[in-house]
């Protein structure tokens, strides 16, 4: 045990990061963050796109937090305008959640985990073919 805070001294982080259930509305990711220790952690939330199309200088701005004693907190990022055009395109958009996490003491550790933000309504990807103007053309 540690002789300041009489916690253990453990490598696991025992913090996870994940989106949090339902679509993303209006370029709104919800993250939820868990924290499975006996006391409070903060840090630093920040995501990035693993999309091979996605723009390369939309940035999404990171989130401060602070989750209680095995409590569960959510955190709003917002995205930016090319990737909320990106995902209202395609319907999903795949991203690296990344949450560097300090301890009462300071010790500072990161977590990371992969999500796919979905849009409950993606744009259709083009006109319909009319069935009836291809027949007459053959």
């Not at 709104?28 to 924290?35: F, K, P």
């Given at each position: 045990t540690n002789p300041v805070s009489g916690l253990p001294i453990n490598d696991a982080t025992a913090v996870t990061v994940a989106l949090a259930r339902g679509p993303?509305?209006?370029?709104?990711?919800?993250?939820?963050?868990?924290?499975?220790?006996p006391f409070v952690v903060g840090g630093e939330l920040t995501a990035s796109p693993t999309a091979k199309g996605s723009p390369r200088g939309a940035k999404i701005a990171p989130r401060a937090f602070t989750v209680g004693a095995g409590a569960t907190a959510t955190a709003t990022l917002r995205l930016?305008?090319?990737?909320?055009k990106l995902l209202e395109a395609r319907g999903t958009l795949k991203l690296k959640l990344a949450a560097t996490v300090a301890d009462p003491l300071g010790t500072r550790r990161d977590?990371?985990?992969?999500?796919?933000?979905?849009?409950?309504?993606?744009?259709?990807?083009?006109?319909?073919?009319?069935?009836?103007?291809?027949?007459?053309?053959?």
């Open positions: 993303v509305r209006r370029g709104a990711v919800q993250v939820t963050i868990e924290n499975f220790n930016p305008g090319p990737l909320r977590v990371a985990a992969t999500a796919v933000a979905k849009v409950n309504h993606a744009k259709p990807h083009g006109p319909r073919p009319n069935k009836h103007r291809a027949r007459r053309a053959a």
